[in-house]
């Protein structure tokens, strides 16, 4: 999945999350966390592979349960310390979301070997047969097909939905800019 289609997938789920729980749209710093969560696992692995060669590929530290699951933990225990619980939810639902955005195409085509990365590094990591070189490499290299194009359509929804919503996380990264539209009651 490409940056964008892990950030829609992340703004989906939390707003679903939110809703369904809560009754509420998604607000500030709590939305800024989802998005760094939604990116994270990438910056992680995709420089120290495709860059510095530290890592096997591009899916592999970042990108397993189990690095996930002791991050989580951690920022969880830090969270309490500092009252930001929503955030840390945010960001694990990012964060997850990524893990399983990039396993839902292999896993849908039947090919599990590629799933394989979420068990990195009790699991051997995955021989990719794909192009060297950095993010733009690998961008020029982008195919156009059904899977692109899905993803594409989901940002599209989900960029919707965020301006609806009233961009909520803008006012935290823009000095000056008033995301206070009125948030809505939750139900009794």
């Not at 993010?135 to 965020?162: R, Y």
């Amino acid at each position: 999945m490409w940056p964008w289609g892990h950030a829609a997938v992340g703004y989906l789920l939390y707003t679903a999350y939110r809703r369904s729980r809560f009754d509420l749209r998604p607000h500030g710093v709590p939305v800024v966390a989802l998005a760094a969560g939604t990116q994270l696992p990438d910056l992680i692995d995709k420089p120290l592979a495709w860059q510095f060669a530290v890592l096997p590929n591009g899916r592999s530290f970042g990108h397993s349960l189990l690095v996930a699951a002791a991050l989580l933990v951690v920022l969880w225990a830090v969270a309490e310390r500092l009252d930001a619980h929503e955030s840390a939810v945010a960001f694990g639902i990012g964060y997850v979301g990524h893990l399983f955005g990039d396993a839902l195409y292999p896993a849908l085509a039947g090919d599990f070997y590629y799933v394989g990365f979420l068990g990195w590094p009790l699991i051997p990591a995955i021989e990719y047969n794909l192009a060297t070189g950095g993010f733009l490499d690998h961008l020029f290299a982008l195919d156009l097909g059904p899977l692109a194009v899905f993803e594409l359509g989901l940002t599209v929804v989900a960029v919707g939905l965020w301006y609806r919503h009233g961009m909520p996380g803008l006012g935290v990264v823009v000095p000056g800019y008033d995301e206070s539209i009125p948030e809505e009651q939750p139900k009794s």
